[in-house]
């Protein structure tokens, strides 16, 4: 009887080892032998033996819940489907292929990828589309036209023209007509007064200012202004 790695090897394969054990350190193999009658005869080894007999030069597809031959380059052991041993798969080198990704690219040109709702993977988000607008920070300072002091955004593609058209008035011009329903304005503080948005439409913006008595008045400090458009 031949008592090598390979040899003990096929008998674990072939499932040869009996499962019920002699004592706490032994086990029992039926072992081919031609002298015996039926070809097979008990053979009784210590589990030491067998363990560094087995740790000599085994191969991994000499275990009974692995592939019997090597995988292909590049290849890796995953589990079965059954969750009953190991296999050889192709390694996961592509976004695509992952369990809980999209599982295709075509009219996602563009979109980020982002957490979906349930938190249990991932898909494709359309991308944020910022809509076009004309922001600036205007001074109002006495008895002359506002100023720009800053244009913070000029996507729209209009221009404002400034002028102060009577005592306390102010109008802001578009040179093309915008959406009025969005039109916005931030107004700060004034220390002389408030100031009041008056008529509005698509090509013009009216700001009033008024002392706190209530009367119309130029402002005597100055007081910034945003105003933001949009198509």
């Known amino acids: 009887m031949q008592n090598n790695s390979q040899y003990i090897a096929a008998l674990i394969k072939k499932q040869w080892i009996r499962k019920e054990f002699v004592s706490s350190d032994l086990i029992t193999l039926d072992v081919i032998d031609e002298d015996f009658v039926g070809g097979y005869k008990p053979m009784i080894m210590e589990m030491s033996t067998l363990r560094d007999i087995l740790w000599d030069d ?21 589990m079965d489907p059954l969750g009953e041993g190991l296999i050889w798969a192709e390694p996961i080198d592509e976004f ?28 494709f988000t359309p991308p944020i589309v910022l ?77 009033i200012h008024s002392d706190f008595a209530g009367i119309t ?5 100055v007081i910034p202004v945003e105003i933001k458009l949009y198509p």
């Open 96 to 123: 695509l292929e992952l369990l809980d990704t999209p599982n295709d690219y075509t009219g996602f040109e563009g979109f980020s990828v982002t957490v979906n709702q349930t938190a249990d993977g991932l898909e």
């Open 217 to 221: 008045s130029d402002p005597t400090s």
């Open 131 to 207: 809509t076009p607008n004309y922001e600036a920070r205007v001074r109002f300072d006495g008895a002359v036209d506002p100023t720009v002091e800053q244009l913070l955004n000029s996507g729209l593609g209009v221009t404002v023209t400034w002028t102060r058209v009577a005592l306390g008035v102010f109008l802001a011009t578009f040179s093309a007509p915008v959406d009025d329903t969005k039109i916005t304005a931030y107004i700060g503080n004034s220390s002389s007064g408030t100031f009041t948005i008056g008529s509005y439409n698509a090509t013009n913006i009216q700001f």
């Open 58 to 78: 085994l191969s991994i597809t000499d275990l009974i819940d692995t592939p019997s031959t090597l995988g292909q380059p590049g290849e890796m052991m995953i």
